[in-house]
T-cell receptor, first 114, second 107 residues
């Protein structure tokens, strides 16, 4: 157990729908990162939050949004889902906003859009 | 634009056959690099942080080294359980990962 908790582990939904993925960072970590990993593809950085505020954006689609709550858990909202959104979504956390000492990853949410 | 490349894309070794994986970056002013291991369907697992050129870190059969332009992950006498994808990432603020090297160690 890495200390980063992601729920749900699996999600199957239809095109056009909206889903919410949840992440609880490792205790004491203030920074949360979201990554997308499609089949046989590399990790694509989506967005970072630090202590409740957005700090960095990667290749995140406009249909996707995220937030970090006062208790530091984060949610990634995916809307108007398309088949191509099927992927593993990972959350990672770190102690500072630069991720200077590396990130701790959760076990991921596997999203299947049918 | 920051680029992190890894080679080879895939590597098959016999058990006990040592080899090296490469991670290269185009950005200047490198402030260090991370190595991770990822098993299929699981989140990446942190292995090493290398902060400056010349630094080396070791863990069991793995040894990571860093120069000004690239990093190597040396695998000595690998075992089947070392089979995984190995990822590198530049230490900094862009949070970009390389595409990974998929290592298969055959018994």
């Amino acid at each position: 157990d890495s200390g980063v908790t992601q729920t749900p582990k699996h999600l199957i939904t239809a095109t056009g729908q909206r889903v919410t993925l949840r992440c609880s960072p490792r205790s004491g970590d203030l920074s949360v990162y979201w990554y997308q990993q499609s089949l046989d593809q590399g990790l694509q950085f989506l967005i970072q939050y630090y202590n409740g505020e957005e700090r960095a954006k990667g290749n995140i689609l406009e249909r996707f949004s995220a937030q970090q709550f006062p208790d530091l858990h984060s949610e990634l909202n995916l809307s108007s889902l398309e088949l191509g959104d099927s992927a593993l979504y990972f959350c990672a956390s770190s102690g500072n906003y630069r991720g200077s000492y590396g990130y701790t990853f959760g076990s991921g949410t596997r999203l299947t859009v049918v | 634009e920051d680029q992190v490349t890894q080679s080879p894309e895939a590597l098959r070794l016999q058990e006990g056959e040592s080899s090296s994986l490469n991670c290269s970056y185009t950005v200047s002013g490198l402030r260090g690099l991370f190595w991770y291991r990822q098993d299929p369907g699981k989140g990446p697992e942190f292995l090493f942080t290398l902060y400056s050129a010349g630094e080396e870190k070791e863990k069991e059969r793995l040894k990571a080294t860093l120069t000004k332009k690239e990093s190597f992950l040396h695998i000595t006498a690998p075992k089947p359980e070392d089979s995984a994808t190995y990822l590198c990432s530049r230490r900094g603020q862009n949070f970009v990962f390389g595409p990974g090297t998929r290592l298969s160690v055959l018994p």
